[in-house]
Nanobody, 123 residues
Framework: QVQLVESGGGLVQAGASLRLSCAASGRSFSNYAMGWFRQAPGKEREFVAG????????DYTDSVKGRFTISRDNAKTTVYLQMNSLKPEDTAVYYC????????????????WGQGTQVTVSS
């Protein structure tokens, strides 16, 4: 199994940048697709970004395309989410998740989850 610990959230002004990190422990990190999800109060948890095991493939929800970048360092067993040009509507708790084999868009498809990190963007 994989254990995930997230960090890097905070309170920033609109237009600022943040880089979220998710450190993984456990065997076979490189065999897991990784995803970032977010959940705002009163909202459903939604897909933000995903990355394949080798990082050859990535995908993003439309609202963050061009602003967010997902990456992974398998040697460091860490996945990142670089967030630029942040908007107030990006405010949410951000979670990283791991899934055996290829990534999926539904949070129900993921096997392991981090504790989440709060991102708050003020206007």
């Amino acid at each position: 199994q994989v254990q995930l610990v997230e960090s890097g959230g905070g309170l920033v002004q609109a237009g600022a940048s943040l880089r979220l990190s998710c450190a993984a422990s456990g065997r076979s990190f490189s065999n897991y697709a990784m995803g970032w999800f977010r959940q705002a109060p009163g909202k459903e948890r939604e897909f933000v970004a995903g990355i394949s095991r080798s990082a050859a493939f990535t995908d993003y929800t439309d609202s963050v395309k061009g602003r967010f970048t997902i990456s992974r360092d398998n040697a460091k067993t860490t996945v990142y989410l670089q967030m630029n040009s942040l908007k107030p509507e990006d405010t949410a708790v951000y979670y990283c998740a791991a899934r055996i084999s290829g990534f999926m868009y539904s949070p129900q498809a993921y096997d392991y989850w981090g504790q989440g990190t709060q991102v708050t963007v003020s206007s």
